[in-house]
């Protein structure tokens, strides 16, 4: 997975059009995720297409997320997302302002509300699976 400012540095040189195409790259580019583990337990509520997100935990207590969306460009949003935690500490994860980190890319101005409206719910159950697991630690 492609670091977040290798990703914003990128983003920045495109128009919308290209940033568009971009972020369906970025959902290209995801570690495939079993039908198995796309269940209602995995499922982020409130988007208007299907997200499921699924946390695994390595050996060094760094955290590894699967996901997978049925729509292209919300599958790169939650890359996007990802991109800004992934295979990072528990405790890390769940203290990291995903929102703010996400901040440059300035979705709500590049994408439709639809595509948007279920950002803040990627990142609330990206927080609570870091927390659970941090708390468990």
């Known amino acids: 997975?492609?670091?977040?400012?290798?990703?914003?540095?990128?983003?920045?040189?495109?128009?919308?059009?290209e940033r568009y195409r971009l972020l369906i790259e970025l959902g290209r580019e995801l570690e495939e995720m079993p039908d198995a583990l796309k269940t209602d337990a995995t499922l982020v509520r409130g988007c208007s297409a299907s997200v499921w997100v699924?946390?695994?935990?390595?050996?060094?207590?760094?955290?590894?997320?699967?996901?997978?969306?049925n729509a292209a460009i919300t599958k790169g949003i939650v890359a996007l997302v990802l991109s800004t935690v992934q295979d990072r500490p528990a405790p890390e994860v769940a203290e990291t302002d995903i929102a703010a980190a996400l901040g440059p890319f300035d979705l709500k101005k590049q994408l439709s509300s639809n595509r948007t409206q279920g950002v803040p719910n990627m990142i609330a159950l990206v927080r609570e699976h870091a927390a659970r697991l941090a708390a468990a630690a």
């Open 1 to 17: 997975m492609r670091k977040l400012d290798d990703i914003l540095e990128e983003y920045e040189f495109l128009d919308g059009d």
């Open 54 to 69: 699924y946390p695994t935990q390595g050996d060094d207590g760094s955290l590894h997320f699967l996901a997978d969306s």
